[in-house]
């Protein structure tokens, strides 16, 4: 298929900063750059903030676990800000250490101290969400959404709430093209027959 | 997807979404756009995927709204990137200290039970008033303060050690100061348990319990012998990090961290209903 003719590393964020620290070398990062750098990070932090969180409930579906999320994530993006590339997306950039927190740390650490589950959760609701019908409708989408598997979850809000390229949610996921197309269609099917059967009324 | 035949029997759901999403290259979309037309069974398809396309940027707007915008920007505004951390906050003339015990860390004086003195700063105005007035009492939290300045995640990335090498490293602890911990008397929330060590202050025995709070990075709870009056839990801020400081009858305590004040004292409130001091 014509989208996936590329390899998946081309896609991701990780290889071009391999590239970098090894042009520039570990001393020149720490040149008066690196607080350019940190402070350009800082900015896109803060520009990128309720996104995060948004993304972090969409992934937790749960606020005090979005809260985390975003937490770590500013540590851990300030801590390697010399590893963003200036000129490339930072909110992509976030986005990526969000997701690979939550998959590699916090949903793992919340399973393993037997803090809750992941697949057992409540589904994503906003507190008053259902006054007006346009919030009702609203709801249910994120209802439908929110009762998709965590995988096909992030692909579809990625895809289509924050509106990224299937490669850009490739590189965001870490995962190939193709891996992204199939979460994508299989969500779209699940969704589909919901909406067919009527299960979002 | 191999089929480059004129005829393919039936596109995957996987190619039908991207056409809907607007990701196949044109010349394999124009080729699946006549299939469309000419197979009444695809353009079913495509039909039927297409009912989920909903309105979800519309849909998710809500949530943005609800983000607790104002708080984060708060705790990142109090974030500081831990490598520059420990050496912007220390003033100049403090070098000599940093030093000191920057040293008695490289030597490996963190392992358990080993000494490490925490000295004074030579500060003459912190160090004058000697006879118990308010900046004599907590002149031991800048001592910790700049002592736990050194320390990083990397610091404390060890295991959690099990509930009896707990008990016994703060069984280490009890007898000099005349306590009585135990691995749920010290347990801080939310924080793993690192380990517990006798540093010493002013010649004094100084309890240091550290743990590795994966949000905020190094945790230190400190113990150190100071009869006086009961106090509450109290805050204050040192080097970028947080104090929470409370007094019991016989000993005075504080809960140090690189965290938000009032999540740190939250925490300190907790440890304090525990802890017998």
Known sequence: ?201 | MTGENDDPPMPSDEELTAFIDGELEEERRARLLDLIERDPAVAARVEHLSRASLPYGEAFQPLLDTAPAADLQRMLDGMTAPPVAANAVVPQTRRRLFGAIAASVAAGVLGDRLLVRLFGTGDGDELADDDGGPDREHHWHGVVAQYMGLYTRETLSGATPGHDAQSAQLAALNRPLNLSLTPEAVEVPGAEFRRAQILSYDDMPLAQITYLDPRSGPLALCILRRPGTVRGVEQEVRGGLSIAYWNGSDHAALLIGRLPPHDLTAKAEAVRGRLAI
């Open chain 1, 1 to 201: 298929m014509a989208i996936v003719e590329s390899g998946r590393e081309a896609y991701g964020w990780s290889r071009p900063v391999q590239c970098q620290k090894d042009r520039i070398g570990p001393d020149a990062m720490r040149g008066g750059g690196e607080i350019a750098s940190e402070a350009e990070v800082r900015h896109g932090l803060s520009v990128t903030l309720p996104r995060l969180w948004r993304y972090g409930f969409v992934l937790s579906r749960q606020r005090d676990w979005a809260d985390d999320l975003v937490q770590q994530t500013c540590l851990r993006a300030l801590e390697r800000h010399g590893q963003f590339q200036p000129g490339s997306r930072i909110d992509h950039w976030l986005f990526a250490i969000l997701n690979s927190l939550w998959l590699n740390e916090v949903r793992a650490r919340r399973v393993r101290f037997g803090q809750g589950t992941v697949e057992a959760e409540t589904s994503l609701e906003v507190d008053g969400a259902r006054e007006t019908e346009a919030k009702v409708l609203a709801g249910q989408v994120m209802r439908l959404v929110g009762d998709l598997p965590e995988a096909q979850r992030a692909a579809v809000f990625l895809a289509y709430v924050e509106g990224l390229t299937y490669r850009e949610v490739a590189a965001v996921l870490d995962v190939p093209v193709g891996t992204v197309m199939s979460r994508l269609a299989a969500a779209r099917a699940k969704l589909a027959d919901r909406m067919s059967d009527g299960a979002a009324k």
